[in-house]
């Protein structure tokens, strides 16, 4: 497929949201092995030392979705 950004602009706003929609679910179904950099690999780690050291200090997802709707 040899699209220009020209003609994927003359798309209407709901068939680009569709042809996203699309890649995203090709990209999905790959089963891709993208690498994970070492500063995401690193947080995650700090992330779950600090619920380790301290489990209490979240908040379930309805609580956090709560808030979310509360802020709308």
Known sequence: ???TLQELEELSVLERVQLV???WDSIARSNANLPVPQWQKD?????KQAYRQ???S???WEQ????ILRQK
């Not at 947080?43 to 992330?47: F, I, T």
């Not at 956090?64 to 808030?67: E, G, I, L, M, R």
């Open 1 to 3: 497929m040899s699209t």
């Open 21 to 23: 929609e699309d890649l």
């Open 64 to 67: 956090v979705k709560q808030s």
């Open 43 to 47: 947080e995650l780690d700090r992330r």
């Open 58 to 60: 979240g908040e379930s």
């Open 54 to 56: 301290n489990p209490g």
